[in-house]
Structures are given as C-alpha cells and as structure tokens.
Antibody, heavy 117, light 107 residues
C-alpha cells in the first residue's frame, strides 16, 4: 500500500519559489502518476499537475508557466516547484498518486504554504 | 477545461437519512468520475472511482452512479462520521477538475 510523506517550506515571501517534496513508501515508483493538488483555506481543490515514473509531465494550463515537476526514482521521491509566488498561491498543497484514469487514492498529509510579505 | 458543478452546495440531514449529491460535467466524461470525502484539517479520501466502483475500505452505504455528464453520490443511511464535505472530480482529461464541494451538516 502506497504511503506519501511530504515536506517543504511553509512561509514564503512574494516572488519566491515554492518547493515541496513527496516521498513514496510501500510501492514501486513505476506504474503510477504522481500529482500535486492544492486547496486555498476554506476553498475547493485545484489540480496542479502530474508526472509519471519516466518523467512525462502534464500541467494545469493556469499554472504551467510557473510549475515544474520532477522525479528522483533513486530516492522514490517527486517534487514541485512553483515560481514567482503571490498571496493567491497560499494554500494547503497535497501530493497524491493515481493509476490511469482512476481517482487519487493516496494523499500526503498536506503542507500549508503561506505567502506573505 | 471541463467544468464540474455540484449540487447542493450545502445540505442538512439527520443520522439515518438517505442523502444524494449530484455532479454535472460540462461535457461527456464517460464514467471517469470520482468522489471524495474531506473532514476538517484532513486530506480528501477517495470513496468512489469510475463513477460506481467502491474504493477498498469504504463502507457499502456509499454508492455512485451515472455516466456521460450526470452523476450522483448516495449515502444510504447517514452515520455520525459521514458529516463532512464531499467533492466530485473528473479524471477523463487533464487538467483534472473538481466540483466546488457539498458540505453535509447535521440537522
């Protein structure tokens, strides 16, 4: 059974780069899609993008110019970078996993990232 | 992007009630529709995938139906632990998009 544990800086200033990493435990890295989803406080869920074990990426067009996803298969980890953050990027960020068209069956614990000057 | 519209946005019900939440897609998504439950301060939990398949470990009082553009989540007999927020999500195409959520509260 897949387990995800995530970490990264929780407080950023405007224009800085958000950086989060998610470690995968209990399952092979291959055969899955590894995603990031965020949720502003009190709001709904927004899909940021996904990456597979071979490094193929797919980004939300609304964030594409600022997002980079990467994988480190040797460490069973994947990462999110979001550049030029503003207050609008304040949210809980989750890493997730899914297979094919299935739902996101495993979620990390979430990281609250606050952007404030 | 495919737009997902949930209704109602909030719902008051009692323990033992049968509850239905609906989700409509802006275009056909076949059966690529998932339902999540989220409790305060926690990550969402997958309940139903592919419109009607029950995720492992989820109680059988949860069920899903629909195809194309119209979908429903039904809780057959509400339990105290079911009071939470529910989201639908389409996984037909990227970007995966979510409904705005339905907050289920105790009457």
């Amino acid at each position: 059974q897949v387990q995800l544990q995530q970490w990264g800086a929780g407080l950023l200033k405007p224009s800085e780069t958000l950086s989060l990493t998610c470690a995968v435990y209990g399952e092979s890295f291959s055969g899955y899609y590894w995603s990031w989803i965020r949720q502003p406080p009190g709001e709904g869920l927004e899909w940021i993008g996904e990456i597979n074990d071979s490094g193929r990426t797919d980004y939300n067009p609304s964030l594409k110019s600022r997002v980079t996803l990467s994988v480190d298969t040797s460490k069973n980890q994947f990462s999110l970078k979001l550049s030029s953050v503003t207050a609008a990027d304040t949210a809980v960020y989750y890493c997730t996993s899914h297979v094919g068209h299935d739902g996101d069956s495993t979620w990390g614990q979430g990281t609250l990232v606050t952007v404030s000057s | 992007d495919i737009q997902m519209t949930q209704s109602p946005s909030s719902l008051s019900a009692s323990v033992g009630d049968r509850v239905t939440i609906t989700c409509r897609a802006s275009q056909s998504i076949s059966r690529h529709l998932n339902w999540y439950q989220q409790k305060p301060g926690k990550a969402p939990n997958l309940l139903i995938y592919a419109a009607s398949s029950l995720q492992s470990g989820v109680p059988s009082r949860f069920s899903g139906s629909g195809s194309g553009t119209d979908f429903t989540l039904t809780i057959s007999s509400l339990q105290p632990e079911d009071f939470a927020t529910y989201f639908c999500q389409q996984s037909y195409s990227t970007p995966r998009t979510f409904g705005q959520g339905t907050k289920l509260e105790i009457k």
